[in-house]
Structure formats: C-alpha cells, structure tokens
C-alpha cells in the first residue's frame, strides 16, 4: 500500500521568504513524521499566476501523494495549483481568498481535503474571507487570536499541522 503523503511542499507569502519562521517550524514537524518536504522560493515574482506555475512545476517532480502547505499569498497559490497537481491535502494560512478586485481569481475547484488556519485580528486578508471560503467548501477552520503572520501562534499551528498530518495518515 503506498503511503498516504510522502512529500510536504510550503509555499511562502509575498513579503516572505521559502525558509522564515513559520515554515522552519512546520517543516520540522513534517520531517518528525519522516515526510519529506520542499518549500518554493517565489522571491521577486509578484504575479501569483507565475507562482501557480512555479508551483506546478516543482510539485510535478516530487514524489507524491503530496501536502500542499501555503501562507497568505501562498495560500492562494497553493490552493490554485490543486486542481492541477491532485494533492492529499491542502493546509492553508490566512490565505489570501477574495481580495479586493482579485475576487474571480479564489480557486474555488479544490477538492481535497482542507484545512485553514486564520487570526481574527488580520489586518491584511479579512478572517471573514477564510470564513466564507471555509464555508462555501466545507474546509475545517481554526480561527486563531492573531494578526496576519500568526507568528505568535506557530506552536499552536505546529500541533494543528501534526493532527492535520496524522489524521492523512489514520485515513490510508
């Protein structure tokens, strides 16, 4: 039976980078589970279509089942490139959904199981967007007392990510 993810790929936010706070200590999470992981680096690249691509490039030569993981700008990314690179899961931070004369651009055929992690004081992608998407596709949602970077909650989202990640496992 093959495993259920082999391989986690982070996708960082557009002020980020492929390895800041966040995705360090989720990829020692996922790595704890002997998942591989991969993170893109997007820097200088603003267009998030371009990014889409990027990521489906990378992810096309990984060996899957895969986990995409994104933050904000990443995100959104992540949960566009799904429809193409058919991942186990998606696990997504204040992604950025429905923003601002980018509504028609939120990917809205995602069909894998998803997880959203969100602050209800984010200043920059409004909670309620998370919400309405959570809702419109039946995404589990952890609503965090954080800003936009949550960097004041990764261990939480560390153990939110473990669950997420164990429970892929439980249901091969």
């Not at 082999?6 to 800041?20: D, I, Q, R």
């Not at 058919?86 to 950025?96: C, E, V, W, Y």
């Not at 980018?102 to 909670?127: K, L, N, S, Y």
């Not at 967007?129 to 995404?139: D, F, M, T, V």
Request: aromatic share 6%; net charge negative.
């Amino acid at each position: 039976m093959s495993p259920t993810v082999n391989t986690v790929v982070f996708s960082h936010g557009k002020e980020s980078g492929p390895w800041g706070g966040k995705i360090t200590a989720m990829a020692a999470v996922a790595r704890d589970l002997n998942l591989a992981v991969e993170s893109v680096d997007y820097r200088g690249m603003a267009d998030p279509g371009r990014r889409v691509e990027k990521l489906v490039q990378v992810g096309r030569e990984l060996e899957g089942p895969l986990v995409l993981v994104g933050s904000s700008m990443g995100g959104h990314v992540s949960a566009a490139a799904a429809a193409r690179l058919t991942p186990r899961a998606l696990f997504l931070l204040a992604p950025a959904f429905y923003m601002p004369g980018f509504e028609e651009h939120t990917p809205q055929e995602v069909a894998a199981p998803t997880a959203i992690v969100h602050g209800w004081r984010d200043e920059v992608v409004p909670v309620e967007n998370s919400i309405r998407w959570a809702r419109e596709h039946h995404a589990t949602l952890h609503v965090l007392d954080s800003d936009h970077r949550l960097e004041d909650r990764i261990g939480q989202i560390c153990e939110l990510l473990r669950a997420f990640l164990a429970a892929l496992r439980g249901a091969a």
